[in-house]
């Protein structure tokens, strides 16, 4: 299957914001994989990849970003700021699919 959208979520480990909303994310990434969604949800270690997190602009943990495929949000990624329970990430998931 084809992945036509991607949410990351930038964390840091040290931070009690990503430790309570990365179980969350993972079981809704879960979720999705199992159904065969072709939305993407993956988690980014911000203290393991500095670099990356430097050049995005991530200065806030956790960070979620939406990435549909096409478009000008396929490289800069647009902020999601909604609710940080798995049902809220996957309806966040599905809505960005559909964009792409």
């Not at 199992?34 to 806030?60: F, K, N, R, W, Y």
């Not at 970003?65 to 798995?86: C, I, M, S």
Request: net charge neutral.
């Amino acid at each position: 299957m084809r992945v036509r959208a991607t949410t990351l979520c930038r964390y840091a480990p040290w931070c009690s914001h990503c430790q309570e909303a990365k179980p969350a994310f993972g079981a809704a990434a879960d979720r999705l994989r199992a159904a065969g969604s072709p939305v993407e949800l993956a988690a980014v270690d911000c203290t393991a990849d500095q670099s990356t997190c430097v050049e995005m602009g991530i200065a806030e943990y956790p960070t979620f970003l939406a990435f549909p495929r096409g478009g000008d949000e396929t490289v800069k990624g647009r902020k999601y700021n909604g609710e940080r329970d798995p049902g809220s990430f996957e309806r966040e998931g599905a809505r960005i699919g559909n964009m792409a």
